[in-house]
T-cell receptor, first 110, second 114 residues
Framework: RKEVEQDPGPFNVPEGATVAFNCTYS??????FFWYRQDCRKEPKLLMS???SGNEDGRFTAQLNRASQYISLLIRDSKLSDSATYLC???????????FGSGTRLSIRP | EPEVTQTPSHQVTQMGQEVILRCVPI?????FYWYRQILGQKVEFLVS????????KSEIFDDQFSVERPDGSNFTLKIRSTKLEDSAMYFC????????????FGDGTRLSIL
């Protein structure tokens, strides 16, 4: 099983749609969880940390299910500027390294 | 907003040559990292560095690689004898603390080995 697994997509949705991404991780000792976004040929940029109780930042909602080792990201009222690859990131059992998923590509059409 | 800066933005090198990639982490950050991303693939951890020594390294980070913090601001990645498969985007990152805090990435150095 991959350490961090994501649906590669691509997801192609109209502007204004709601879209959800899922991610699973294999190491039950993982401590910290993040969603990053990466635009083509650019660096990963932090979108949001994921907390055990779930958290929201504007149109973005992240959820963590430790029992199922599952993380999700929900984007509401999607904008053209949301087009990017979304990376699920998990801090490994030794917290000095973080493990990236392969990313889910999202394309928002007008 | 403070940022991680990397130089050069693009490095083209002949196979077998040494290359040094440079990074200036955010000034109050204590933990530094190098990652690489081969075109079309995922971001891969190479090494983490704290208190002037390597904290952890991946299998990719073999004897051809080394890191250094030569002064109070720079953090470098050296590849001693480059191979074609070293061609990738190399990202430097830094964080205030370990693990629970997110890492801030530089905009990368594209390394092309000919």
């Amino acid at each position: 099983r991959k350490e961090v697994e994501q649906d590669p997509g691509p997801f192609n949705v109209p502007e204004g749609a709601t879209v959800a991404f899922n991610c699973t991780y294999s190491n039950s000792a993982s401590q910290s969880f993040f969603w990053y976004r990466q635009d083509c040929r650019k660096e990963p940029k932090l979108l949001m940390s994921v907390y055990s109780s779930g958290n929201e930042d504007g149109r973005f909602t992240a959820q963590l299910n430790r029992a199922s080792q599952y993380i999700s990201l929900l984007i509401r009222d999607s904008k053209l500027s949301d087009s990017a690859t979304y990376l699920c990131v998990v801090a490994g059992s030794s917290a000095s390294k973080i493990i990236f998923g392969s990313g889910t590509r999202l394309s928002i059409r007008p | 907003e403070p940022e991680v800066t990397q130089t050069p933005s693009h490095q083209v090198t002949q196979m077998g040559q040494e290359v040094i990639l440079r990074c200036v982490p955010i000034s109050n950050h204590l933990y530094f990292y190098w990652y690489r991303q081969i075109l079309g693939q995922k971001v891969e951890f190479l090494v983490s560095f704290y208190n002037n020594e390597i904290s952890e390294k991946s299998e990719i980070f073999d004897d051809q690689f080394s890191v250094e913090r030569p002064d109070g601001s720079n953090f470098t990645l050296k590849i001693r004898s480059t191979k074609l498969e070293d061609s990738a985007m190399y990202f430097c990152a830094s964080s205030e603390t370990l693990g629970t805090q997110p890492q801030h990435f530089g905009d990368g150095t594209r390394l092309s080995i000919l």
